[in-house]
């Protein structure tokens, strides 16, 4: 079709459920003869607990049960048992002992009939801690033991790194960053005799089901997961946490449906962050600045309830073309909740020590950033051995249409020598990537009688447009219009789908919607051949018995060598045959030969001006351009949204995200959002984004890769890049604060 419906601008088909407020988020379900849980948080954070005392509470209006450790049966751990998509926020099930492990972690929890009742109650139980010393910061905390987690060597670093006549050795550190999605995690859980039925908000209805099945104890076959809607997730909600189970033995205990939401303050402790990382960057270089050497050793932070390994040298490992790469990872456990991804896990804080060193080596070479990057340019993946060819590569163009749209040539490389309007004008530039993965998917269309279609899967919208794609790919093969065509996602007992995570959902789903509405037509297309009422009945048509000289367009079933105007609508056939709807599944999964034959990443370039004003103290961002190459861009409006909402929450980090944590027990003194800053309007420019399209049919037939989080890698270094060349400050610690551009403004005469 000239005039396709994919790679079009489309708006969300969800859209107007949201903004008239009909979508259901967690919350939101009404469900009868509701009862409120209200978890009682550790406020120590490393204990024994020696008792809880819960009796005033109990007798107080309204409350329903206590549950603690003592009083509950001990739930199971995860244990992985399906093949994939089984995995828990955190190992520990909640009330598994007396043990503390970390600031906020749940010891008990109040079910009452009212949200006000519950939190009256829970704030007279009195937990009796017999306090261990906690270790809550890096430097405090004994060396890492044993081997590290991440280990990778290729060529001989350290030989290359003594002998090359240019060097870096910086470590940049990413601060702790917390989640925080306008839609805070939640649980209703309501039993049904043994069913058992959780409204969350969740990245993942079939590993949400997966992990309540494992640890409750209760068959998968009886646990349903619905979540239709997600106020964002950004990671933090891509795996169960706490409160959910907690919910669900609530509910068991009263017999009634138990509500449990975690407020904005637990977000910074019981469901994850992405953690402090430590990142010792050296690269080493000829004088025409060729990299002869990288290494990349990390040190980071986990709790002692999991062992989260955020992977931020991988990225280090494939990004350039260098002989000689070294690269590790060690965990240092801690009393803290545990880390879990959060937007670009790995990539995006790994992308920043790089991207940082490689501009400081620029300037050292007295080398335009760009140029540097282009001199060490990798053609094939050098991280593996054999090297591996890209599935698509198009970051050259990236880095080029960038420089053209922004005006590169334009930039004079010395530090304060870009002035307008009184401020100093800064430029930076970096590489963003992405690994593009793809999963397998299952996927049911139904045509209609009513001339309707539906399309259903337990993947789910989390925000990004995944209801539209669907609806993009029945209405591409079938003509159907998109207002006509219903699509289902957010409940468990669908046929199952992927985790919104990694930025692979659209990768994953579209072959699958694509073979199930050709599985339906096709079925159609039996019928109207075999009804002795079709016009396309065998013993009609002298062409008949054979389906591929039928055809579906424009919703109509036609011969396939005449034009849909020739045909009849579908639903004339299914009427015509009695019949109500059909459908059809397909399931697909990536081709292995095809995911070990190639590597698979998106790549983009991403150009940040800053401007500073001395006389006031004012840092902002002024502009913003990103070109992404993430193969064919299914739907142009979302896709862009994508990326520039991704560029926002880069903003964010560059100069604003940190959660700040109470040394002497880890709580986090921060935890709402006065204290905790986010990018908002005022701190945003006109932003631009430029989509590179190459469709990449290693990955699958439509071209396309994921774009949910590429947006973000190479924001916070080109804003670093661009802080250093307005005011000369290197910031190798994130945030970028005031305080230090302050402090270093003599610098710049
Ligand atoms: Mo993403 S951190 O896989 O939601």
């Not at 039925?197 to 079939?206: C, F, I, W």
């Not at 692979?504 to 037509?521: K, R």
């Not at 908002?680 to 037939?701: G, K």
């Amino acid at each position: 079709m000239s005039t396709s419906i994919i790679g079009a601008s489309v708006t969300r088909v969800d859209g107007p459920l949201k903004v008239t407020g009909a979508a259901r988020y967690a919350l939101d379900h009404p469900l009868e003869n509701m009862a409120f849980g209200v978890p009682v948080a550790s406020t120590v954070g490393s204990a024994r607990i020696a008792g809880i005392e819960t009796t005033e509470a109990a007798r107080m209006p309204g409350v329903l049960a206590i549950l603690h450790h003592g009083n509950v049966d001990p739930l199971f751990r995860p244990a992985g048992h399906f093949e994939q998509n089984s995995r828990a926020g955190e190992v520990r099930p909640p009330f598994e002992d007396d043990q503390v492990y970390y600031y906020g972690q749940f010891v008990a929890l109040v079910v009452a009939n009212t949200l006000e009742q519950a939190q009256a109650a829970a704030a007279r139980i009195h937990v009796d801690y017999q306090p261990h010393s906690s270790v809550v910061e890096l430097s405090a905390a004994p060396a890492p033991q044993g081997p590290p987690r991440i280990h990778y060597t290729r060529g001989d670093a350290a030989e290359a790194f003594d002998s090359a006549p240019v060097k870096i050795d910086q470590t940049y550190t990413i601060p702790p960053e917390t989640h925080n999605p306008m839609e805070m995690h939640a649980t209703i859980a309501a039993w049904d005799g043994d069913q058992l039925t959780l409204y969350e908000t969740t990245q993942g209805v079939v590993n949400h089901r997966h992990v309540m099945s494992e640890m409750l104890g209760v068959p998968i076959d009886r646990i349903t997961v619905i979540s239709p809607f997600c106020g964002s997730g950004f990671g933090g909600k891509l795996f169960p946490w706490p409160h959910s189970l907690l919910a669900a033995i609530g509910a068991r205990r009263v017999q009634r449906p138990v509500k449990v939401q975690v407020t904005r303050a637990l977000m910074f402790t019981t469901v994850g962050h992405r953690p402090l990382t430590q990142q010792r960057m050296r690269l080493g270089a000829t004088q025409d600045g060729k990299l002869v050497f990288i290494q990349h050793d990390v040190l980071q932070p986990t709790s002692l309830v999991d062992t989260y390994v955020e992977g931020c040298t991988g990225v280090t490992t494939m990004l350039y073309s260098c002989a000689n790469v070294a690269a590790s990872q060690q965990l240092v456990p801690i009393n803290i909740g545990t880390p879990t991804p959060m937007r670009g896990p790995g990539i995006v804080p790994g992308l920043f020590p790089l991207e940082s060193a490689m501009d400081e080596l620029a300037i050292q070479l007295n080398l335009d950033p760009l140029e540097l990057r282009l001199k060490n340019y990798a053609e094939q993946d050098e991280s593996y051995n054999p090297v591996r060819p890209f599935s698509s590569k198009r970051l050259r163009e990236c880095y080029q249409t960038g420089a053209e749209k922004w005006g590169w040539s334009q930039r004079t490389p010395q530090m304060g020598s870009m002035r307008r309007n009184g401020e100093m004008i800064g430029w930076g530039m970096a590489t963003a990537t992405w690994h593009a993965g793809r999963g397998s998917a299952t996927v049911r269309v139904r045509l209609n009688a009513d001339g309707t279609a539906r399309a259903s899967c337990a993947t789910q919208d989390i925000g990004t447009g995944t209801y539209t794609i669907f609806a993009q790919v029945v209405s591409e093969k079938t003509g159907i219009p998109i207002e006509k065509i219903q699509v289902v996602l957010g409940d468990s007992s669908l046929p199952d789908g992927p985790t919104s995570g990694g930025s692979t959902v659209t990768a994953t789903v579209l072959p699958a919607v694509s073979q199930a509405t050709q599985g339906v037509v096709d079925r159609v297309i039996a019928v109207a051949q075999q009804s002795p009422v079709s016009p396309f009945y065998a013993s009609n048509n002298t062409a008949g018995g054979d389906p591929s000289k039928l055809a579906m367009t424009a919703g109509r079933i036609h011969a396939a060598d005449q034009p849909p105007a020739s045909g009849v609508p579908f639903q004339q056939i299914l009427a015509g045959a009695r019949l109500a709807a059909l459908d059809a599944d397909a399931r697909t999964a990536p081709d292995p030969a095809e995911m070990h034959q190639f590597s698979a990443h998106s790549f983009g370039a991403q150009f940040i001006e800053v401007a500073w004003d001395p006389d006031i103290a004012r840092l902002r961002v002024s502009r913003a351009l990103t070109v992404i190459d993430a193969g064919r861009i299914i739907n142009k409006k979302a896709g862009r949204n994508q990326i520039l909402g991704a560029v926002v929450m880069g903003i964010g980090m560059g100069i604003f995200e940190e959660t700040l944590y109470d040394p002497r027990n880890a709580k986090p003194l921060n935890n709402n959002f006065a204290d905790y800053l986010v990018a908002t309007n005022a701190d945003i420019p006109d932003l631009d984004c430029i989509f590179v399209e190459y469709p990449d049919l290693h990955v699958n037939e439509y071209g396309a890769r994921g774009i949910g989080e590429i947006g973000l890698a190479g924001v916070a270094p080109a804003l670093a890049m661009a802080v250093w060349h307005a005011t000369g400050v290197r910031v190798r610690k994130l945030p970028v604060r005031l305080e230090e551009l302050m402090a270093a403004e003599r610098k710049v005469a």
